[in-house]
């Protein structure tokens, strides 16, 4: 117990430099959880787009004309592009994934929801718009993405109606399993121009592209995601923003081109395919990168910050080995005065702890499409690292305190 009241009691000494010690530890602290939440977010990425991408070939849909106002003008010959979709739905596995335009009213922990692309454009609006997507039925089992809870009977139904025949209904969907505690199986969302009714939760930690952009900044984690259907007349006119999905095929890329650029033709619309894994293994290496950086970055700051702390701690047991020595003559040990050293600098990392505890929490980080939030597992991490620098950094100065014991106290020798 007089270990820890001598210890809280040194806190009022030099108080300056003890805050300067506090703010130090805790930009550390920080630093480290920023790049390991950096390092963690690069890995997740990766392992996510493999998830999607692994065992599968995907090529993807693209127009090739030469100005919107050229593809608008045979946008008004809907039959041009519904016959192309239906031709290329009898040859290849085409899935279609666009942006679902889903808008809530305010809740509580709404934020984690939100869609970051529109988040300045909506600010003061009463509706917010949500991550979402709309997709053709066959989304679900291409992908291998299941329900934990509810079933995909009434979706599938509705993907087969037109758009004019979902007037007055409740539209079914599919939500995120971040949703679950907010929302439940039958409840009735309202919208400005639709109603929806929840049928299904996604099982956890499953992941797609945003918007259905073939990019890897833009894998999303559907826990925070709406998944409506898409009508039957809506799909075959979005068929410029589908992926041909294989599990295996024997065809070489060309051929396939080859094959869609025929039926493009014959339908007289001026449509491709290309392939986007080009543009994957670039984002693949540069992510690479990104971890390396960080891990070098760990290991920079924890040698600098290890090094600073062997200074700061050492010279601070010199300069009050007086007191250690006094406090010796009237019956401490060294033992008592080695864990003295020790709970001084927890209590330091703990107020450091606190600070930064309360700093991150406050503010999340962007990167690229996503507001990251706090995690509870990397911040513990973080401050194990710490803990175990200052561990490590402690036992020299108690090291030399064993070592030589009054003479290290008294003379500093």
Not at 230 to 259: T, W
Not at 281 to 292: G, L, M, R, S, V
Request: proline share 2%; with cysteine.
């Amino acid at each position: 117990m007089n270990n820890l009241k001598y210890s809280i009691r040194e806190l009022k000494n030099s108080l300056f430099f003890k805050i300067l010690l506090i703010l130090q530890l805790m930009l550390v602290i920080i630093l480290t959880y920023r790049i390991i939440e950096s390092k963690n977010y690069q890995n997740e990425k990766l392992s996510s787009m493999n998830e999607i991408i692994g065992n599968k070939i995907i090529y993807q849909i693209a127009l090739k004309y030469d100005s919107i106002d050229e593809f608008l003008e045979d946008q008004k010959d809907e039959n041009k592009f519904s016959n192309f979709a239906l031709d290329i739905d009898k040859n290849f596995n085409m899935v279609i994934t666009v942006l679902g335009e889903i808008k809530l009213p305010y809740f509580n922990g709404i934020e984690k929801f939100l869609d970051n692309d529109f988040k300045e454009s909506e600010q003061g609006e009463e509706m917010k718009s949500v991550y979402s997507l709309q997709c053709s039925p066959n989304f679900f089992d291409t992908f291998n993405i299941g329900l934990s809870e509810g079933n995909l009977k009434d979706f599938e139904k509705f993907s087969q109606l037109n758009s004019v025949e979902w007037e007055n209904k409740y539209i079914p969907i599919v939500l995120g399993n971040d949703y679950k505690g907010i929302f439940n199986i039958g409840d009735i969302i309202e919208n400005k121009y639709f109603n929806y009714k929840v049928v299904g939760f996604i099982e956890e930690n499953k992941f797609f592209l945003d918007k259905g952009v073939y990019d890897l900044s833009r894998v999303k984690n559907l826990n925070t995601f709406i998944i409506t259907p898409m009508p039957k007349d809506i799909i075959n006119a979005n068929v410029s923003n589908a992926f041909l999905v294989y599990n295996s095929d024997p065809r070489e890329f060309n051929e396939v081109k080859q094959e869609v650029e025929s039926l493009a033709k014959n339908n007289k619309v001026k449509i491709s395919v290309y392939d986007p894994n080009e543009n994957i293994d670039t984002f693949t290496k540069e992510i690479k990168y990104n971890i390396n950086l960080n891990l070098l970055l760990i290991y920079i700051v924890g040698i600098f910050a290890i090094g600073g702390f062997v200074v700061i701690f050492c010279n601070r047991v010199l300069d009050r080995r007086k007191e250690f020595s006094i406090h010796i003559m009237h019956g401490a040990t060294i033992s008592d005065i080695c864990l003295r050293v020790i709970i001084e600098q927890f209590i330091l990392v703990f107020i450091s702890t606190i600070i930064a505890y309360s700093y991150l929490m406050l503010h999340s980080v962007n990167f690229v499409t996503d507001v990251v939030q706090f995690q509870y597992g990397t911040f513990a991490k973080s401050i194990s690292i710490i803990i175990g620098a200052i561990i490590l950094v402690s036992m020299i100065p108690i090291y030399y305190i064993k070592k030589y014991k009054l003479n290290y106290l008294i003379k500093g020798e």
